[in-house]
């Protein structure tokens, strides 16, 4: 589905499921390079599903892609599933669940799960999440197939370096590596060290020992450890 970049175009109650022939973007709002101002009257994503694999193979480089400004994107689930039919690391490949290029969008209640690299990537400028859910892919093989630029494991929710202004509240990652449990992920969350990137009260959990967390954003928080299911946190970031 493609969105046009217009005013006030509402997506609501539905769901998108992927097919067995891989599709570049399941849903896409706005055209690449999209820059009009629809501050006056946004486009609202609310109560809208995206599913790859547990129904059957099904396969998606980009599940959501936000291009235009000012959208709004309230209570989405985004699901690279880990069970049901057509599941596997390459079986129901989906590299990125949510890939934010738009300024001045708004989530709130972002569930996405399980994608192959990054969960949620944002790149526009004065992004805005309040409260965030995702469990990483339980069946990554080994370190080495989710090792990049020299970091074991993509964040759950990596905020682009060339962004200068955003702000989140209340973002949780679990690790469920069942595959390989030997696997260490750096870190839940990765976003660029300046005054105006601010993320507050942040969590990675490791469910049952299964995968650890070496860090909670960045290289900032302690480790998780041992199999009692015991959040890491913390409370402001910078």
């Known amino acids: 589905m493609h969105v046009a970049d217009v005013d006030g175009v509402k997506l609501a109650g539905f769901l998108i499921d992927a097919g067995p022939v891989n599709s570049d973007t399941l849903l896409r709002i706005g055209e690449p390079g999209a820059a009009a101002d ?27 892609v ?62 805005r999440t309040i409260f965030f859910q995702n469990e990483k892919a339980y069946d990554a093989p080994n370190a080495a197939a989710i090792t990049h630029d020299g970091i ?35 870190h839940g969350f990765q976003v660029p060290v300046t005054t105006g990137v601010r993320m507050h009260d942040l969590q990675v959990i490791s469910l049952g020992g299964k995968g650890q967390y070496a860090h909670v954003v960045n290289s900032t928080g302690a480790p998780t450890s041992g199999t009692d299911t015991v959040p890491s946190k913390v409370t402001s970031f910078p």
């Open 38 to 64: 629809h501050s006056a009257n946004p486009t609202t994503m609310q109560d809208v599903f995206v599913r790859i694999g547990g129904a059957g193979p099904g396969l998606a480089t980009d599940s959501v």
């Open 66 to 127: 936000v291009n235009s400004d000012d959208v709004i994107v309230d209570h989405t689930w985004i699901w690279r599933a880990d069970h049901g039919s057509g599941t596997g690391w390459d079986t129901n490949r989906a590299d990125y669940g949510l890939r934010v290029n738009g300024d001045d969008v708004l989530a709130t209640g972002l569930f996405v799960e399980h994608f192959n690299k990054y969960d949620v990537y944002w790149s526009g400028e004065r992004g």
């Open 152 to 186: 074991v494991g993509y964040a759950a929710y990596k905020v682009a370096d060339s962004v200068t202004t955003h702000e989140a509240w209340g973002l949780g990652s679990y690790c469920n590596y069942t595959s390989d449990p030997t696997i260490v992920q750096a």
